[in-house]
């Protein structure tokens, strides 16, 4: 099976492709942080990270997708423009005929590390140990996106 998973955020969208293949390890091959600027109006962010998307779908051609959903405490208006890039994916990837899988941190943060309430910190350590990762300074956000990846081929059968 290959994923494409996403961290959504419309600043910065970590993106990743894993592929495993009948009981093998997960594989990474492709990841990447893509950004926008704040420059831009908001709509512009959502299309460039919609077509960031589109062209992610149709190189590396995943079976499913997989999106981490919304979690803030503090900022209403930065959670409800991360739900709306959340929204423009699942409805890019199920526009393309994609089964979309959802997990929240806490599920991410139990697949990669046992301990539903790890810090970013332990995603971070724990990520390389469970990937053969190449060796390049990686953002948080794309780090996750892998997270989120590594979730999704533990859970789907």
């Known amino acids: 099976m290959r994923v494409l998973a996403f961290d959504p955020g419309y600043e910065r969208l970590g993106a990743a492709v894993l592929e495993k293949e009948n009981g093998k390890k997960e594989i990474l091959l ?9 420059k831009l109006d908001f709509s512009k962010r959502l299309m460039e990270l919609g077509a960031a998307a589109e062209a992610l779908i149709k190189k590396w051609k995943p079976d499913a997708v997989a999106l981490e959903e919304v979690f ?9 423009q991360v739900a709306e890039v959340r929204g423009a ?12 899988h959802h997990y929240t941190p806490g599920e991410v943060k139990i697949a990669v590390t046992g301990y ?26 794309e780090v996750d996106a892998i997270a989120v990846g590594i979730t999704c081929l533990a859970s789907v059968r």
Request: proline share 5%; hydrophobic share 50%; aromatic share 4%.
């Open 89 to 100: 994916l699942a409805y890019i990837a199920a526009s393309k005929g994609l089964v979309v």
């Open 72 to 80: 803030f405490e503090k900022n209403a208006k930065t959670a409800m």
């Open 30 to 38: 492709h990841s990447e942080c893509i950004r926008t600027s704040a």
């Open 116 to 141: 539903g309430r790890a810090s970013k910190a332990d995603i971070l350590l724990m990520v390389p140990k469970l990937l053969a990762l190449p060796p390049r300074v990686r953002l948080d956000d």
